[in-house]
C-alpha cells in the first residue's frame, strides 16, 4: 500500500552514462515532483507536473529530462551522467496545487556516478 | 522570491524535554503554507504539520507544534517529551502562490536526543 515509490533505491554508474528513475504515486494525486537533496542536506526543486503540465525548473541542465506516461507516473531520465549529479533524488507528490498541500515523498534515490 | 532559513544546524536535547526548532521564511505573498518535515537516517521524508498562513491557531499534532509568529515571520517547530525516535533532521518548508506551488525548504536542523 505504497504511496509514492519509487525504482531503484540505489543506483551506482559511471561518467557518461544515461540512467533512468521510475515514479509512481498511487495517491490520486494530481501533481507530481523531482528533488534532488545534495550532500549538505539541501533539498531543491526540480520539476514538477501538474495535469500534463511540465514546470521545469531554470536551474536544472536539459540533460535531466522528466516524463510522465499519466498522471499516476512521473520519471526522470538522466544523460550523459556527471560527478555532480552524485545525489538523493526524491519524487513527490500533492493532491493539487498550492500553498497548501503538503507533498507526500518517496523514499528517494541515491544516485552515485563514479 | 521566497526564503527559508533554519539557523540551527545541529541541536541537542535531553529525552522527555521539550526542544523548538527555529523556522524565519520571507515572502511577498498573502497566501502562504509553513511545513515541517522529518527525515530519518534511513532517509525518508515524513510530513509532520502543517500551518496555513490565515491560521488564527497553532497548529498541532501529537506531540508537535507549530508556534506561528505570522508578524515576525517565524514557524517554529515545539517537539514535546522529546523520544530517541525523534532523533533526525528536520525541515521546515513553504509553500506560495507566487512560487508556482512549490515547496522551498531551508536547510534543515539536526536534532539529536540524549538518553
Known amino acids: 500500500d505504497t504511496a509514492v515509490s519509487q525504482t531503484p533505491k540505489y543506483l551506482v554508474t559511471q561518467m557518461g552514462n544515461d540512467k533512468s528513475i521510475k515514479c509512481e504515486q498511487n495517491l490520486g494525486h494530481d501533481t507530481m515532483y523531482w528533488y534532488k537533496q545534495d550532500s549538505k542536506k539541501f533539498l531543491k526543486i526540480m520539476f514538477s507536473?501538474?495535469?500534463?503540465?511540465?514546470?521545469i525548473n531554470e536551474t536544472v541542465p536539459n540533460r535531466f529530462s522528466p516524463k510522465s506516461p499519466d498522471k499516476a507516473h512521473l520519471n526522470l531520465h538522466i544523460n550523459s551522467l556527471e560527478l555532480g549529479d552524485s545525489a538523493v533524488y526524491f519524487c513527490?507528490?500533492?493532491?493539487?496545487?498550492?500553498?497548501?498541500?503538503?507533498?507526500?515523498f518517496g523514499n528517494g534515490t541515491r544516485l552515485t556516478v563514479t | 522570491a521566497q526564503k527559508i532559513t533554519q539557523t540551527q544546524p545541529g541541536m541537542f536535547v535531553q529525552e522527555k524535554e521539550a526542544v523548538t526548532l527555529d523556522c524565519t521564511y520571507d515572502?511577498?505573498?498573502?497566501?502562504?503554507?509553513l511545513f515541517w518535515y522529518k527525515q530519518p537516517s534511513s532517509g525518508e521524508m515524513i510530513f509532520l504539520i502543517y500551518?496555513?498562513?490565515?491560521?488564527?491557531q497553532n497548529a498541532t499534532e501529537g506531540r508537535y507544534s507549530l508556534n506561528f509568529q505570522k508578524a515576525r515571520k517565524s514557524a517554529n517547530l515545539v517537539i514535546s517529551a522529546s523520544q530517541l525516535g525523534d532523533s533526525a533532521m528536520y525541515f521546515c518548508a513553504m509553500g506560495a502562490n507566487n512560487a508556482g506551488n512549490m515547496l522551498t525548504f531551508g536547510g534543515g536542523t539536526r536534532l539529536m536526543v540524549k538518553p
Open positions: 513527490a507528490s500533492t493532491l493539487r496545487q498550492g500553498p497548501n498541500s503538503p507533498l507526500h
Open positions: 507536473y501538474n495535469n500534463k503540465e511540465l514546470i
Open positions: 515572502t511577498s505573498d498573502q497566501s502562504y503554507g
Open positions: 500551518q496555513g498562513s490565515y491560521d488564527e
